[in-house]
Antibody
Framework: EVQLVESGGGLVQPGGSLRLSCAASGFTFSSYWMSWVRQAPGKGLEWVANIKQDGSEKYYVDSVKGRFTISRDNAKNSLYLQMNSLRAEDTAVYYC?????????????????WGQGTLVTVSS | AIQLTQSPSSLSASVGDRVTITCRASQGISSALAWYQQKPGKAPKLLIYDASSLESGVPSRFSGSGSGTDFTLTISSLQPEDFATYYCQQFNSYPLFGGGTKVEIK
């Protein structure tokens, strides 16, 4: 059974940092693109970042570029999101999701499995 | 940048109704579109990918159609467990979600 379990959320002051983790199990983690998707309270879904199987390619939504860093450790079946210079507008539930990539040769790789999410609150 | 517009933003329907949700892309995205269902307090669930392919385990009352700029999610006979918010999502350049459609009980 595929499982994605996020951790690391919490309350942080504006300008602060937080590191989210996602522990994956039930599938060959190193074979999949992985993503972070967030949802502000009462709002819709927003893709945040994704990372290639070997970590050689990383992409970010414009609003987090230069502040957030996605990474992975395939030996530990884990995905990470380092969040620096946090702002109030980063307040959201952050989901770890498998997939989230399109390649013209291989086609779409939708978000087919999601974690339960971890809440990040940025407030003074 | 591509924009995805879902309509309606909300709708009221009864059990047994046929429900149609549309998603329009501001430029052509071929068939690179997915649909998700989200219930309150839960993670989204993949329903449809590549515009019309049903994800394994998803009931056949859900179907997707379209290509290019106009896409549709249809629920052929609404069931009590289908009351939720639905999102479309495209893959052109980067993953982008539509604004969502909340399906409520009439």
């Amino acid at each position: 059974e595929v499982q994605l379990v996020e951790s690391g959320g919490g309350l942080v002051q504006p300008g602060g940092s937080l590191r989210l983790s996602c522990a994956a199990s039930g599938f060959t983690f190193s074979s999949y693109w992985m993503s972070w998707v967030r949802q502000a309270p009462g709002k819709g879904l927003e893709w945040v970042a994704n990372i290639k199987q070997d970590g050689s390619e990383k992409y970010y939504v414009d609003s987090v570029k230069g502040r957030f860093t996605i990474s992975r450790d395939n030996a530990k079946n884990s995905l990470y999101l380092q969040m620096n210079s946090l702002r109030a507008e980063d307040t959201a539930v952050y989901y770890c999701a498998r997939g989230g990539h399109y390649d013209i040769l291989t086609g779409t790789d939708p978000f087919d499995y999601w974690g339960q999410g971890t809440l990040v609150t940025v407030s003074s | 940048a591509i924009q995805l517009t879902q309509s309606p933003s909300s709708l009221s329907a009864s059990v047994g109704d046929r429900v149609t949700i549309t998603c329009r892309a501001s430029q052509g995205i071929s068939s690179a579109l997915a649909w998700y269902q989200q219930k309150p307090g839960k993670a989204p669930k993949l329903l449809i990918y590549d515009a019309s392919s049903l994800e394994s385990g998803v009931p056949s009352r859900f179907s997707g159609s379209g290509s290019g700029t106009d896409f549709t999610l249809t629920i052929s006979s609404l069931q009590p467990e289908d009351f939720a918010t639905y999102y479309c999502q495209q893959f052109n350049s980067y993953p982008l979600f539509g604004g969502g459609t909340k399906v409520e009980i009439k």
